[in-house]
């Protein structure tokens, strides 16, 4: 990690002075928390890939006879989720702060991995990073690419995110496709309706959330509003369900920028993760006068029966 101080040194002078200046001071713009598990099933396990077998049942009823006639059958075949592993490596010289308006991060001990700049980057920048890079760029949207040896790998790498797996499901005649046609803001609303219409009547009175990105929930929103039969004061009464439905809409940060929208019972959208977690996910060394933060972990998102999930993804090369 480069230490960037530049414009610091150039508008406050090259050297510390202590006038009151804190860690309150050193502001920046809000990261995004991580969402999209909390509407997952947990999942702990030390397996690497989370193996699942999907059950088929054949119709059994008959009309009555004396000779026996056999009706039925099992199917079963495999699913899998996997747990991807990440990382995060950094390294820097906090030696760089020490004669700058940013000299109170500056430590007096040895040990530079003490200092509070060290600790002042795990509080504020580590740890959301790590949330705003996972939700925003693997967990829906990731393409997973093996690593290159000796090369960091790419943001949104680390793992097949939720799109992918739909896409692939959606080919592989697996998870169901509805055809809704291009999301339009001024029909959003029907469109959200017709979909619904879609999903098997055995889940119909299922208690699901709809996901789709924030910006499609809010036109969801206004559409429903732009309705003549509804009676409203107020923007809070314009509320996400579904009418005559059990379905409720949810936005996801991580589907920023996409037309997508998919719906499963919450028991069949997994988050799997290691049963034994360590509870210091940074790891601290010190090289020299160099400072290394280094964490690692793993975890997967996934559906235990593809055939109970509902998405408007069309199969690849179909168009709208």
């Given at each position: 990690m480069s230490v960037t101080i530049s414009e610091i040194i150039k508008e406050y002078g090259a050297y510390y002075i202590d006038a009151g200046q804190n860690k309150k001071r050193i502001l920046q713009m809000l990261t995004q928390p991580r969402e999209i598990t909390a509407f997952a099933t947990p999942i702990k396990t030390d397996d690497t890939i989370f193996r699942l077998a999907n059950a088929t049942f054949r119709s059994l009823?008959?009309?009555?006879?004396?000779?026996?006639?056999?009706?039925?059958?099992?199917e079963f075949v495999p699913n899998e989720i996997r747990?991807?592993?990440?990382?995060?490596?950094?390294?820097?010289?906090?030696?760089?702060?020490?004669?700058t308006w940013n000299g109170?991060?500056?430590?007096?001990?040895?040990?530079?991995?003490?200092?509070?700049?060290?600790?002042?980057?795990?509080?504020?920048?580590?740890?959301?990073?790590?949330?705003?890079?996972?939700?925003?760029?693997e967990y829906y949207n990731g393409i997973y690419a093996a690593p290159v040896t000796g090369i960091a790998g790419g943001s949104g790498?680390?793992?097949?995110?939720?799109?992918?797996?739909?896409?692939?499901?959606?080919?592989?005649?697996?998870?169901?496709?509805?055809?809704?046609?291009s999301l339009d803001v001024s029909t959003i609303f029907d469109q959200v309706e017709s979909f619904t219409d879609e999903i098997s009547e055995v889940y119909?009175?299922?208690?699901?959330?709809?996901?789709?990105?924030h910006w499609w929930y809010k036109k969801y929103l206004q559409d429903k509003r732009a309705q003549n039969f509804y009676q409203k004061t107020s923007d809070q009464q314009i509320d996400a369900g579904?009418?005559?439905?059990?379905?409720?809409v949810k936005a996801l940060a991580s589907m920023v920028g996409t037309d997508d929208i998919f719906c499963t019972?919450?028991?069949?959208?997994?988050?799997?993760?290691?049963?034994?977690?360590?509870?210091?996910?940074f790891k601290l060394e010190e090289a020299?006068?160099?400072?290394?933060?280094?964490?690692?972990?793993?975890?997967?998102?996934?559906?235990?029966?593809?055939?109970?999930?509902?998405?408007?993804?069309?199969p690849s090369g179909s168009g709208v």
């Open positions: 009823v008959q009309p009555f006879q004396k000779a026996f006639t056999q009706k039925g059958g099992v747990q991807y592993r990440f990382k995060i490596d950094d390294e820097f010289e906090p030696d760089e702060l020490v004669c109170f991060l500056a430590g007096k001990t040895v040990d530079r991995k003490d200092w509070p700049f060290v600790k002042w980057l795990i509080e504020v920048y580590y740890g959301k990073q790590i949330d705003q890079d996972m939700e925003l760029s790498t680390g793992m097949n995110g939720l799109k992918k797996q739909l896409q692939m499901g959606v080919d592989a005649g697996t998870i169901n496709s509805v055809s809704i046609g119909q009175g299922i208690k699901m959330n709809v996901f789709m990105s579904i009418d005559f439905t059990p379905l409720n019972p919450a028991e069949n959208f997994l988050h799997v993760s290691p049963a034994t977690l360590t509870k210091n996910l020299k006068r160099s400072v290394a933060v280094m964490a690692d972990w793993s975890e997967g998102l996934g559906f235990g029966v593809n055939q109970a999930v509902w998405t408007n993804i069309l």
